[in-house]
């Protein structure tokens, strides 16, 4: 089992930064891949942002490549999304999740709400 806690959300005008932090227990954090989901007013929940066990690999978004940024700190079971250049349509509920390689996203957060003013 994994428990996943988020925080960082908030309310940002458009062109602003924030920072979201997942902080992980249960399970040693090395050993897991880990991603940011988020799920927009009246939309399906969308992938993000997902990171490799050491780090070294990650990749995001489409929708937010150039503005967002994952990483984790493997010594904090920790797991970042910057979020810069923000745009309201990036108004959603962000969910950090956590998987075992080669499988599926298992274990969800409870998620935190960013808030996108133009």
């Known amino acids: 089992q994994v428990q996943l806690a988020e925080s960082g959300g908030g309310l940002v005008q458009a062109g602003g930064s924030l920072r979201l932090s997942c902080a992980a227990s249960g399970r040693t954090f090395r050993t897991i891949i880990m991603g940011w989901f988020r799920q927009g007013p009246g939309k399906g929940r969308e992938f993000v942002a997902g990171?490799?066990?050491?780090?070294?690999?990650?990749n995001v978004a489409d929708s937010v490549k150039g503005r967002f940024a994952i990483s984790r700190d493997n010594a904090k079971n920790t797991v970042y999304l910057q979020m810069n250049s923000l745009k309201p349509e990036d108004t959603a509920v962000y969910y950090c999740a956590a998987g075992i390689p080669g499988g599926q996203y298992e274990y969800w957060g409870q998620g935190t709400q960013v808030t996108v003013s133009s």
């Open positions: 990171i490799n066990r050491s780090g070294a690999i990650s």
